[in-house]
Structure formats: structure tokens, C-alpha cells
């Protein structure tokens, strides 16, 4: 890969994980519920789906994971199935919960990073994402290792980076929301969100 490539890639990918999407949702809501460093594990979780599907794009063997399609389904109907849990919780919430209060149990914490990694892993689309991007900024057929460390070294940094970022920000955000109808009102939106992605990611075909 050549310096040009390895920054137009690292553009594309950082563009991506900028867009709103369900797993920005899960991020920010783990962060402004549960506190930053739960934010961060989701976010973690997500790069280790996404390094997995770039893996096997890398490997080509799209096909063996359109094999193991009924796998996928069942990852994706967990975390579709848990977004909505998240969301009628925080709907349901009378603004008793301290938002900018972190939880630090290895419980949330393991929690936090399985729910970003489950929804990743629901999205047998994004193996067919990979497998046709990377033949863009790199020759496939000849894939050195060097390729291959530099393609992993940008995934990480690029969707960690912005999704750590997000977490970061709405912690922020939360904090100068100290009432609690600002507790409510964003609990309840923050729900809304979570029920919407969580929908999203059940019925997308």
C-alpha cells in the first residue's frame, strides 16, 4: 500500500464510522447511562467485529460466511434484541438514574463490549463491505504483509478513534444536564434511539 492509499483508507473508514448509524447509538447511550469508560468497551467491541470481518475479507472467504448466514441471523437478532431491551429500559426510566454516574462493575463493563461486538457481528453485510473496499486501495492478489498490517492499523484507529470519540462527547454533553427533566427527556430520547436501531437491526435483510 502506498502512503496515499493508506490515507485515502483511513478517510473513507473514519468517514464511516462518523455516520450515525446503530452502533454510534449503542456508544453514546452506554457512555451517557453507564459513564465514559463503558462508552469506550462498546467501542472496543465494535473494532474487534470490524477487524474480524476485515479478516476474512482479507482471507476471502465471503463465501464461507455467507455459509455460516444462520450464525450471523442469530447475531444479529441478539443484538437487535438487546438495543431494544436497552431502549424500553430507558424509556421506562422515571429520571431516577444519575446519568453522569459511571458504572465500573466488570459486569457492565464485560457487557458493554460483548453488545458492540454481538452488533457488529450481526451485520453479515459489512464482510461484503470490506471484501469490496479494500480491492480499491490494494492489490488483492498480491497482498504482502505489510498490507495487511497497515489495513488492521488503520481499522482500529480509524473506527476506534471516532467511536471513542462519540463516547467521550456525550459524556460531556450529559454532564451539563444536571435537571431532571433534562435526565428525562434524554433518557427517554436516548430510548427512542435504542428501540429505533434496535428494530433496524432485527428486520434489515
Known amino acids: ?22 452502533s454510534v447509538a449503542l456508544v453514546v447511550t452506554r457512555s451517557v447511562t453507564h459513564g465514559i469508560r463503558n462508552g469506550i468497551l462498546v467501542a472496543c467491541g465494535i473494532v474487534l467485529g470490524d477487524l474480524i470481518f476485515v479478516a476474512l475479507a482479507i482471507l476471502g472467504m465471503s463465501v464461507l460466511a455467507e455459509t455460516m448466514g444462520s450464525f450471523f441471523v442469530i447475531l444479529r437478532y441478539l443484538g437487535g434484541a438487546y438495543l431494544i431491551w436497552l431502549g424500553i429500559g430507558l424509556v421506562r426510566s422515571r429520571g431516577t438514574v444519575n446519568l453522569v454516574s459511571p458504572d465500573r462493575s466488570k ?22 463491505f470490506y471484501a469490496s473496499l479494500f480491492p480499491a486501495f490494494v492489490d488483492m492478489s498480491s497482498l504482502r504483509v505489510s498490507d495487511i498490517v497497515g489495513i488492521v492499523a488503520v481499522t ?50
Open 156 to 205: 482500529i484507529l480509524a473506527v476506534g478513534s471516532v467511536k471513542i470519540l462519540y463516547a467521550c462527547s456525550a459524556q460531556r454533553i450529559a454532564q451539563r444536564l444536571q435537571s431532571e427533566k433534562a435526565h428525562k427527556l434524554t433518557q427517554t430520547t436516548a430510548g427512542i434511539c435504542m428501540l429505533g436501531a434496535g428494530a433496524y437491526v432485527v428486520t434489515k435483510g
Open 107 to 128: 459486569l457492565s463493563l464485560l457487557a458493554s463490549f460483548v453488545s458492540g461486538f454481538l452488533l457488529t457481528l450481526g451485520d453479515i453485510k459489512a464482510i461484503l
Open 1 to 22: 500500500m502506498t502512503i496515499l492509499s493508506i490515507i485515502t483508507l483511513l478517510i473513507t473508514l473514519v468517514v464511516l464510522a462518523a455516520i450515525p448509524s446503530a
